[in-house]
């Protein structure tokens, strides 16, 4: 069976023409917005398309990839949080007072 990215759901495509998207050379948009705000039917997809290998590979590099979706992949990988870009950039902005 091949993927399409008409099989992803629509909300995760709101600002493009998902018939559009070429699953190869939007790889970085794609596993973001599935991360961040896909089903879990999005991500079967996902990892069936890309497998974890190469989600993580993608992931490491997302500057704002939200906390929750780093720790998912970091517990799937047993990656170190700590190697995830969101992670340092996190660290790197002083906040003015811990809520």
Do not use: N
Request: proline share 3%.
């Amino acid at each position: 069976m091949e993927i399409t990215p008409d099989q992803f759901s629509a909300h995760l495509f709101w600002d493009v023409d998902r018939s559009k998207v070429d699953l190869e050379k939007s790889k970085r948009l794609i596993i973001h917005r599935v991360l961040d705000y896909g089903l879990m039917q999005d991500w079967k997809l996902l990892y069936q398309y890309y497998g974890l290998k190469r989600i993580a590979e993608t992931a490491i590099d997302i500057r704002d990839l939200s906390e929750k979706s780093m720790v998912f992949i970091s517990t799937l990988t047993k990656i170190p949080k700590e190697k995830f870009r969101c992670y340092i950039t996190k660290q790197s902005i002083p906040r003015h007072w811990d809520l």
